[in-house]
Each structure stands twice: as C-alpha cells, then as structure tokens.
C-alpha cells in the first residue's frame, strides 16, 4: 500500500524558495546573472515578431512584460515576468547555452548552480515549452529529468556527476557560457521597427502643428465668440454582462481521466514488439502519446506489431532514420461535473502535506492565479509527483479535494514510475 512507501527528499536551502514557489527565475555564473524558467512559444514570422509577441503577453502568458527572441531554422520566443525576478537586458540561460552547443539539436541537461538545479530540455532544435525551468528542490529536477531520458535519440544527456545516471556526462555550465555570444531580455512593449517610425513622424507633425498654431494666435488674433454653453449628453446604460461561468463548474472527471488513461496506457505497454522498446507514455484529455525505439530487427516488426494489437491509434509517423515510431492513441471523452473549492490556498496545503507525510511520500505545490476575461481573479494549487502506483491506486486520494482537476499523467514502463500534474481551485 502507499504507507510502504519511500521517498528522499533532498530539498534546496529554504531561502532558494521564492514566495512558496517550487522554481526560480535566475541564477549566477561568473558574476553574470542568466535569467531561466522562460515560457517558449514556437515563433511563426521573423519578419513581424512585434505582433505573436504582444498577442502570447496577453493571451498565453498573462503579464508578460519581457522577452528573447531564438532565430534559427525552428524560431521561437520566450516570456516572462519582470515582477517574478527578470530584468531588462538580462542575458537569456537557454539561448546561452543553445549557441555553446551548436552541433547538437537534440539533448536533455541538469545544471546544478547556484539558485538551485536548471532543468534545459531541446528536441529538434526547439526549446519544450516546459524545457527551461530552474527548480529550487532537486528531487523535482531528477524526477523531470528521469521522465524525458525515456524518450529516445538524445544527441547529448547531462547531469550532476554525483546523481549517477547513466549515459549522461557532466559538463562544466561556465566554459559552456564563456565561448558564447548572449541574447538579452527585451520589453514587450518598447516601440520599435516601423511602429517607431510613425511615432517619430506624428510627433513631427504634432510639434510643426502646435508652432504654427502658435504663430496665428499671436499674430492673427480674432475677436472672441460668444461662448456657447454645451448640451450634456445623454448616457446610455450598457446591458450587464451575463453571469461568467466558473471553472469548477465544468471540470473534467478525475476518476473517469485516471481510469480511461489507465486503460489506454496498458494498452499500448502489453503490445508485443520484438525487437523494439517502448519509451516515455504521456496521457491528457487528448489522448496518449508514446514511441517504439528499435533496438534490433527491421521497421516491418513494429508495423505488423502495431497493426496486429487491436489498437486503434490515431496517428502513426516513422522517423527520417526509420528507427523511430511515434503513435498516439485517443481516449474515451472525459465527463465534466460541477465541483466547488472548499478550502482556502493555506488550509489546502497544509492539508495536502499532512497527508502526504503521514503517507511518506514526495508531493510538489505551487500557488497560481487566472484572470478571467471578465477580469474575475481564480486561485488554485498546482501540485506534481512521481510514484510506483498506478492510477487506480490514487483514486481515494485524488477524489478527496473538490475543485480537483488532473491535466497529465505520465508513465515509464523501464523504471516502472507513475507522474501526475494537475491542479485544485480554492476559496
């Protein structure tokens, strides 16, 4: 039972934790403050940036009011928030190290600094939109770090030395850094390029506007008119808008997410594939997604192997190399039910990590906010953790929070460990 269970807990020093956060925004190498834990969003024109950006600032990433921008064949940009620790020309970790590793496309690292353990994950040239994130505890970071080494074809996998990991090597983060040009924060919102030009040539025309108006009330002067009293205007009273629904009140069912991904997920692991491994398996409302590594034998195995299983996959693709099959498997349409927080964000973590302690068990909280378009303020409780004990063992926990929504599960069939992210609203 859960009780067994064991866990270590090799936490950062508690002054790393940033106001109740389980990550940080900065660290130093050399004396040089590199800013981390950026969001990453694929970018679709470098010829007009300026507009993705600003939308992402106010639709993805509430706030933002600082960004990079990483050029290359796979473009993207990252956001962040100068209140949480960034600074305006502030040099960006990941573009950093992206342009000390110019050969390597694909690769998976563990950093350990001095604001805690950098956690950077590139696949193809592009940046996971969760692949830059400086976690203040390291057991977040390893367990992070152990679920993507499942996934196969790193070009290069780094870690701490002491974590023991195999195939993984450590290496130096400051000669990374030094042989490397630096791409700095920016302000969202800073005029530039041809929004900078019109404001030049209105402020022009403005400033030769008010001297010539100068001059003809100097010069020109007409006798005044009779001042004539304005007529107020009348007001129109807007229609109130319709009561906003709340997100708890359609929130997808935990019990029937962890049963329908359960199923799915041994689906997929009890296909027989000789001469082929199966990697990291990542479950949401969407559906499953996963990948076959061939160690030996020929493509024709997997392929009669995955047609033969009585699986019904979605979508099926094969890397360029032929040694690569990635497939994705839909599940059952999860239900929605009204479920109100009970509890407030202190009383509900502490709750948590009573229960957890009494399990002796590893759980990772966070508090976050969400404005609404109607400008009304939620709160939840974000919470992360890894274990042996597959969905079904979870249920009776999982279902005693109202307010309870569980976004990923993921699985590793080589270590045999469970992941689950999801968060809970409170009052």
């Given at each position: 039972m859960l009780e067994d269970a064991k866990f270590n807990k090799n936490k950062a020093p508690a002054e790393l934790v940033d106001n109740g956060r389980t990550w940080s925004t900065n660290f130093k190498v050399k004396g040089t403050t590199y800013a981390a834990s950026l969001l990453w969003q694929p970018l679709r024109s470098l010829e007009d940036p300026y507009t993705e950006i600003t939308e992402a600032a106010h639709n993805v990433l509430e706030g933002a009011d600082l960004f990079c921008i990483k050029r290359g064949k796979s473009p993207q940009f990252g956001l962040c928030i100068s209140t949480q620790g960034y600074n305006r020309k502030m040099p960006v970790a990941a573009l950093s190290v992206l342009r000390g590793?110019?050969?390597?496309?694909?690769?998976?690292?563990?950093?350990?600094?001095?604001?805690?353990?950098?956690?950077?994950?590139?696949?193809?040239d592009v940046i996971l939109s969760d692949g830059?994130?400086?976690?203040?505890n390291e057991d977040d970071a390893k367990a992070q770090f152990t679920s993507m080494l499942a996934v196969p074809d790193w070009g290069l996998k780094i870690a701490p030395k002491e974590w023991n990991v195999e195939d993984t090597r450590q290496v130096d983060l400051p000669s990374l850094l030094k042989g490397s040009s630096a791409v700095y924060l920016e302000k969202v919102h800073a005029l530039r390029g041809t929004k900078l030009l019109i404001t030049l040539a209105l402020a022009g025309i403005i400033s030769i506007?008010?001297?010539?108006?100068?001059?003809?009330?100097?010069f020109k002067a007409?006798?005044?008119k009779p001042i004539v009293a304005p007529v107020a205007l009348k007001t129109v009273d807007k229609a109130p808008l319709p009561p906003e629904p709340k997100p708890w009140e359609s929130l997808e069912n935990p019990v029937q997410f962890l049963s329908y991904c359960f199923k799915a997920i041994q689906d997929v692991v009890s296909i027989p594939t000789p001469g082929w491994r199966i990697g990291g398996i990542t479950c949401s409302a969407?559906?499953?997604?996963?990948s076959w590594q061939m160690e030996m034998g020929r493509l024709a195995w997997i392929d009669k192997?995955?047609?033969?299983?009585?699986?019904?996959?979605s979508n099926r693709s094969i890397s360029p190399s032929g040694r690569e099959v990635m497939a994705s498997v839909p599940i059952e349409q999860i239900g929605t039910f009204n479920s109100p927080p009970?509890?407030?964000g202190v009383d509900l973590v502490n709750m948590i990590n009573d229960l957890f302690q009494g399990l002796q068990l590893s759980i990772s909280l966070n508090s976050q906010t969400w404005t609404s378009p109607q400008g009304n303020v939620y709160k939840s409780v974000r919470f992360s953790l890894s274990s042996k004990y597959d969905p079904h063992e979870w249920v009776d926990i999982f279902t005693k929070f109202s307010g309870l929504t569980i976004s990923v599960i993921k699985y590793d069939s080589n270590s045999n460990t469970w992941y689950y992210e999801g968060a809970i609203y409170v009052l």
């Open positions: 590793l110019p050969e390597t496309s694909s690769f998976l690292a563990v950093f350990k600094v001095d604001g805690g353990w950098w956690y950077i994950c590139v696949r193809n830059d994130m400086l976690f203040v506007w008010l001297i010539s108006s100068l001059v003809s009330l100097v007409k006798t005044p969407e559906g499953l997604v996963t192997a995955l047609e033969n299983s009585g699986v019904v996959f009970q509890y407030n």
